[in-house]
């Protein structure tokens, strides 16, 4: 977000996400926002959502603006016509797109074809507002981020890469424990390393999750199948045992550890009804944050 778009959370410096939370802290505390009044955040979307369209809808409206929402079946990114005319014509029309793609490159041809700001809503690749709005809701929990350590179980997916790339940013220990073939990509691993380098955390890529669980603030899962992923999903339940958030596996933590869950959530798959609705569960302040941290996301690309 050092240029006009938020697609990866490697766009941001540490100064740029330090920024975006305390923003995000002062709007929901109630420090009036930035007015949006003849603003139009257009949300194009491949995938379904329930969150993030509604987060941002909301956002918009509470700062005085406006959205629109293009369901998967409408606008045919790529299929009815190029993704660059897409990105030109809206350009026309709106202040600023958020858009989810399966592909994350369509995205980025997207941002590179629009005059005005493009949002990540979720890529296969990365998902950066879910990683933003989890690190506040850290940030509001622990009241720090730096030397903390997030335990993540489950897939290299695009929840995983963010919070990697976001943690390893900013001082903490991430540790990720995925069976063979599920670990995050290489390119992510390697970028995570050298966010640590530079910010003093650390990042470890584990198969064991008790490994991983062990002593850790945080312990975070998502989905073994992502959208996308259906035709995937019976291999996976079989791929992933050994890999659900349980009290069993949280007594490895520490003792105030919190448990995070970006949801949609599949009880009795990663995470157990008893560790989603226990009481160090935390998912519905993340999906609150979720407002909070695109308000400061639109109010820093939207600011003139
Ligand atoms: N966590 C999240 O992005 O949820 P939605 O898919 O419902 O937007
Ligand atoms: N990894 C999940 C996240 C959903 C918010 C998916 O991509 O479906």
Known sequence: MNGKDFISISDLT??????????ALALKSGREGPDFKGKTLALLFEKPSLRTRVSFEVAMRQLGGESLYLSPQEVGLGSREPVADVARVLSRYVDVVAARTFSHAAIVELAQHSSVPVIN??????????????LLTVQEKKGRLRGLTLAFIGAGNNVAASLALATAMNGMRFRIASPGGYELPKAVQEKAQDFARASGGEVSFLREASEAVQGADIVY???????????????RRRDFEGYQVSEELLQAAAPDAIVMHDLPAHRGEEITDEAIEGPRSVVFDQAENRLHAQKAVLSLLLAK
């Open 14 to 23: 540490p100064d740029r996400f330090e920024e975006l939370i305390s923003v």
């Open 221 to 235: 899962t998502d989905v073994w199948a992502s959208m996308g992923q259906e035709a995937e999903a019976e291999q």
């Open 121 to 134: 809503a979720l890529s296969d690749t990365e998902h950066p507002c879910q990683a933003l709005a989890d």
